[in-house]
């Protein structure tokens, strides 16, 4: 199963909630960043010999105090995040920037909750992931993951759940789970879960400044508190420019509307990405934006030429660990032939 990255076009924020959430609305677009997820199962003699993976423990409590039965999920992680040497020298952040091999891991979590919701007591799954996405990038990584996994045992154990059930269990494991499942362009209300297509004409040719090291989303939202605190009187500020100038297909349009509310915090967590943002600009993106809680930089282009050259002269300015050219809209979590091989 290959699944997208995102971006938000709109993220506006509205204050912290009694549970610790914080109320938005935000307008996402997937690109053409994939996480790639494979589930086979695993006949019972690889449990006596665990090789170079790591299983995440047979039975017991996933964590969140739930029994798991007999439900045993290994996991193995290639590409981005997988190796420390990936992320560049300078990571101060290797916590938030490393993919997590066990029951931390969401896609193992994903694979766990289908298991329940199908009633399956006894299975053991293998999971391999290889990711394009960088991670605690801002870009939903984690999310694309568990969005695939849910798929891809869907799949594997024939539980036949519907789309429904699937977005449900989405949105359990994370604000931005759903998001990928669907793909497109959509409207994310409540914390981010709740789904709405919006009208959108046209292709968008992004380029990605990524950061050496991550930025934890928990803190970038716990920044926005204190920059904001006493000040927010309202809830978040609707999107209604984003989506006219989605309405248009007009990349200057929509590079002029794009907002986040995020990036005040990112940039004081993260001051080097302002030099990131000025360097787009002045290269002629036609617009720059943190990718929602950061650290990486999203330039919007206005085409696929524009993006060739400012994709270059990013990289040859050495301002960002690596350069990434995307599009978008992208497609949701869907089966593709060869996933597996680098995406
Ligand atoms: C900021 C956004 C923008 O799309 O994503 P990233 O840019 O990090 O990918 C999302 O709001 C992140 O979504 P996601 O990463 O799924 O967050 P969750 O797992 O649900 O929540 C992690 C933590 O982020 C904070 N959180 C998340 C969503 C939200 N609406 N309000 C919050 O305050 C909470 O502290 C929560 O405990
Ligand atoms: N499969 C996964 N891929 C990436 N990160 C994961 C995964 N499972 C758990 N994580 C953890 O989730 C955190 C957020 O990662 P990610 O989803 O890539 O970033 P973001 O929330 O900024 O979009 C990371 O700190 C990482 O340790």
């Not at 990131?276 to 943190?290: N, S, T």
Request: proline share 7%; charged share 20%.
């Amino acid at each position: 199963m290959r699944a997208p990255a995102k971006v938000n076009l709109h993220l506006g924020v509205g204050p912290l909630r009694p549970d610790g959430y914080h109320d938005v609305i935000t307008v996402l677009q997937a690109v053409s960043l994939f996480d790639d997820v494979s589930a086979t199962s695993v006949d019972p003699p690889r449990f006596h010999d665990p090789g170079p993976s790591t299983t995440d423990g047979n039975g017991g409590s996933d964590g969140n105090g739930r029994s798991s039965g007999d439900i045993v999920v290994t996991v193995e992680v290639s590409g981005e995040g997988a190796d420390p040497a990936s992320l560049g020298p300078a990571t101060s952040t290797p916590e938030v920037s490393i993919v997590p091999t066990g029951r931390d891991n969401i896609a193992v979590r994903a694979a766990h909750l289908v298991a329940e919701a199908a009633g399956i007591t006894s299975e053991r799954v293998h999971l391999t992931l290889t990711k394009g996405i960088p991670v605690a990038a801002g870009m939903a990584g984690g999310s694309a993951d568990a969005a695939a996994a849910l798929v891809a045992c869907d799949a594997l154990w024939q539980t036949g759940l519907d789309r429904a059930t699937l977005t449900r269990l989405a949105a359990q494991l994370g604000s931005d789970v759903p998001f990928p499942l669907a793909g497109g362009t959509a409207l994310g209300t409540g914390r981010g879960e709740q789904l709405t297509d919006v009208l959108a004409t046209g292709e968008y040719y992004w380029v990605f400044a990524l950061a050496d090291g991550g930025l934890s989303t928990p803190a970038v939202y716990k920044e926005f508190d204190r920059l904001t605190e006493g000040k927010l009187r309202t809830g978040p500020t609707p999107a209604d420019d984003v989506l006219a100038a989605l309405r248009t297909g007009d990349p200057g349009q929509l590079g002029a509307a794009l907002v986040n509310d995020l990036q005040p915090a990112a940039l004081r967590l993260r001051p080097s990405l302002r030099r990131v943002l000025e360097a787009g600009r002045e290269l002629g993106a036609v617009g720059a934006i943190v990718s929602g809680s950061g650290p990486t930089c999203a330039f919007l282009t206005a085409g696929a030429q524009e993006s060739i050259a400012l994709a270059a002269s990013l990289a040859g300015m050495g301002v960002a660990r690596a350069v990434r050219r995307a599009s978008g809209p992208a497609s949701g979590a869907r089966m593709v032939e060869g996933a597996g091989e680098a995406p």
